[in-house]
């Protein structure tokens, strides 16, 4: 009675508690009542992991409790986390009550698979000498509600094989009761013992149980049968089968349709050609449930290169079938199984990728879940043979990888030399022809939302700023690939988005050295004083006022769009700190004292930025000069943080020694500095602080030690001996040897140095402009003034991904355009700052390009060295392809010789024999 209290207590509190309580009291009215109460027989409990309709499934004697559960809507054809389906509890429970129960609701569930197998497959690989009896009884009552024991499992066993497979040795262990279990299910079913695993079930049944009779077994024509005659390659019965298959559903356009599916399916996981054929031109359609991106990834991972080279031709060419062709990165996948071991003439995995790559419609730069493209992986496993494959096809070389990795990152440079020469084409005229021409390629600088085939959400990326300039940042940066940027393809990009660039640079360099020439003449010449023309004095504090404003804004500009990176800039503190203080200096005239430390201190600011300003010029000899004093002054710092212990050193020496305030006089008392020992304090050390400054002004060589009163101690004289071997011989020498090897390596590499130098200021306006989703009033104003994409070349103003330059027309570059149909007379593009030239017999009309009016026309062609040195790859090239063919008819006598001397080898060898 208390108990029966305890459980309406509980149902009322909690009925699922209460519900789960009473199945494993196994009280069935409590139950009901918890049930009534209610208690969801569905709801999982999340300690366990089941529902309690999963769990009364498993339990033996609980066919009650299911029939309960059911009646209050538990629901048989729901899967568990893991997979399962309550029919494949009940199998695990070995009670055929349940199993009963269960299926009287609903027969449906009776063949549904859990990792490939069926209920018969699960009693079948669990029954032993201690289950038989149950398991048998719960085998009777699945085959007598249709079960079907001819699915085969995914190692190709129907539940048949899989039981005859574990009766090897059923006769020593007597376990006679395996021959009642296989003749009732041969008498009971048509058990297929041919088609499986070519026929191996017969044979293993009349080895291991010679007595039983065989029946003979009529081929079913079911969804079953034909997947499991795929996986066995049995083409001929395949198509026998399905023909009847297809006369009996194809009436029914649904269910046929989704049957077709799961069979083309089959077909490609087999590998198996020339089922795919059979199936897919059957007016079959690769609709959204066909899973067609699985397929083809299924392909490119087992290499069957032949079947997805026939999908590929019944694949339409519509956005929406693209778009499930580039779900999966199918050439990622393949170049990831290459074996660079094999040879790719016959490599499976080689001629997938050949299929895919002539396939217009696949995306090349598609990445995996980790950021990976195909040229990340093929460089990463030194597939060079796929990379060059991928770069030949415009893989684009600046993809960032999870990791911020480029594909470059580990690229070889002789490969990727290789590449950038193939860029280099001409149009088959002679070098010394006036109309020769030298095609520069840049296709694997091109970001993949910039393609025709990119598949991605081109609208989101329409006012997105791409960064172009970030394989080359890297290249810049890289030891073993900065010498690529000399490369006419690198250098020859460089310069055309310097040209692109030029025009906002060189305005802001005028307006800025116009501010600091103002600034300083206002600043030393006028600031403070009143004997100096007013007029002149205003008109050069208003210009300065309006230089101070431009770069105030400039640099509001700056910090608006990127905060975080622009308080990182020690040049951008600095700048700001010159800001505040020439607003200070230009709003107010303060009195002489701090009017001189303020001037002073603008003085200098102005001085470093007008140097950082004029050093950010592209001219190399200002960068080379730049660059010497940038690295020179850091070699120096980083040497004086070390030596600056030896220094410190010498100067509390000689304070000690030689400060006037301590020497004692005669009496034993200090006496005080005379009036001519305090105008020398600076020789004679007298604090801290001047003899630290005194000892650095040593190090230059500057010692007056005239000055110096060695007398005061003997001691003295050894301790300047060493500061001056150790200070001003090793200390002083050695640092002058590192300025000196620091300026003779920048020498060597002046013309790198200054295509850097190019690459960062390029590098940092495009930092400038890279943002997304700008907002607020300033900011689009100032958009609307210098539009984000001005410095891009892609898509706009290299449609065609490459330039023509004529060499023998002043190098002149020309920017190829699909045709259209333009006025006879030419016109200037002013935006882009390009002369359109009429070219209406041309299958493309040519753009030259120029920079404005402004600018003097030779600075709108392409760089003489950049010329030289394409024209001296080209010609290279063409010498190498010409010695190849002088050198294929000696090969081909050779290879004449090696056969006549390999006869006349066989002949002497059987000559010997017959002796």
Known sequence: MNAANNIHLLCIADPQRALAASLSEGNIKHFQYALSCGADPNLTDERTGFSVFEQACQRSGSAEFIQECINNGADELVQNKNGKYPIHFAVSSLDPSNIQTLLRSSARTIDLSYQDQTPLHMLFEVIDQNNWSNTFECVKVLLKNGADINICNDDNRSPIGV??????????????????????????????????????????????????????????????????????????????????????????????????????????????????????????????????????????????????????????????????????????????????????????????????????????????????????????????????????????????????????????????????????????????????????????????????????????????????????????????????????????????????????????????????????????????QDNVDRFLKESLRILSLAGTTYMALRELGQMMLHARQYFTSLENWMEIVLIVASYTVLLKEFGDDFRRVISAVVILLSAVEFTLLVGSLPVLSISTHMVMLKTVSKNFLKSLILYSIVLISFAFCFYTLFNVSSAKNNTGTYSTATEKESEDKFNKFADIRTSLLKTVVMLTGEFEAANIEFDTNSTSYLIFVLFIFFVAIVIFNLMNGLAVSDTAAIKAEAELIGLSQKVEVIYKYENALKTNGIDGFITKSIFSIFPTTFLQLFPEYLPMHYVIVTPNQSNAIFIPRPFHNIDSASRIDVESHIELLPLNKQPEEKIRLTIGCCVLPACSRMDAKIMKYAKEILHSRNRKSRTVDRMQPMEARLNKIERDVGKILEYLSQSQTMK
């Open 163 to 528: 039981f005859v497979k574990n009766s090897k040795n059923w006769r020593t262990k007597s376990e006679f009761w395996r021959k009642d279990i296989l003749e009732y299910c041969l008498k009971q079913t048509n058990v297929d013992v041919d088609t499986f695993r070519k026929g191996e079930l017969r044979k293993k049944i009349e080895n291991l149980f010679p007595e039983t009779k065989i029946p003979s077994y009529i081929m079913e024509s079911n969804l079953a049968v034909l997947i499991s005659l795929l996986k066995s390659h049995k083409d001929a019965k395949f198509e026998a089968v399905y023909k009847q298959y297809k006369e009996e559903n194809q009436h029914d356009l649904i269910s046929w349709k989704k049957d077709k599916t799961e069979l083309v399916k089959a077909a490609v996981h087999s590998g198996t050609l020339e089922s795919v054929k059979k199936l897919v031109e059957d007016d079959f359609v690769f609709d959204a449930d066909s899973e067609l991106s699985d397929l083809l990834a299924r392909c490119c991972s087992y290499g069957n290169y032949d079947i997805l080279e026939y999908l590929f031709t019944k694949i339409g060419h519509t956005d929406r079938e693209v778009k499930q062709i580039n779900t999966n990165p199918l050439i990622a996948l393949v170049v990831k199984e290459i074996n660079i071991l094999k040879d790719k003439d016959k490599c499976p995995y080689f001629k997938c990728l050949k299929c895919l790559l002539a396939d217009g419609r696949i995306e090349i730069d598609t990445t995996d879940d980790k950021g990976f493209s195909a040229l990340h992986y093929a460089v990463k496993y030194k597939v060079d043979d796929a990379v060059d494959m991928l770069l030949k096809n415009a893989a684009y070389i600046g993809k960032q990888n999870m990791f911020k990795e480029l594909p470059i990152c580990e690229m070889s440079a002789e490969v990727l030399e290789k590449y950038l020469d193939s860029c280099l084409t001409t149009n088959e005229k002679r070098p010394g022809d006036d109309d020769y021409e030298i095609s520069i390629d840049y296709s694997c600088l091109v970001p993949p939302e910039y393609k025709a085939n990119y598949t991605g959400d081109k609208t989101t990326n329409a006012n997105a700023f791409s960064d172009e300039m970030l394989p080359i940042v890297y290249m810049s940066k890289s030891s073993d690939l900065k010498h690529l940027l000399k490369h006419p393809v690198i250098s020859s990009f460089i310069l055309i988005k310097w040209l692109r660039l030029s025009l906002y640079f060189y305005i802001n360099f005028v307006i800025c050295t116009l501010f600091f020439l103002c600034f300083t003449w206002y600043v030393v010449g006028c600031y403070g």
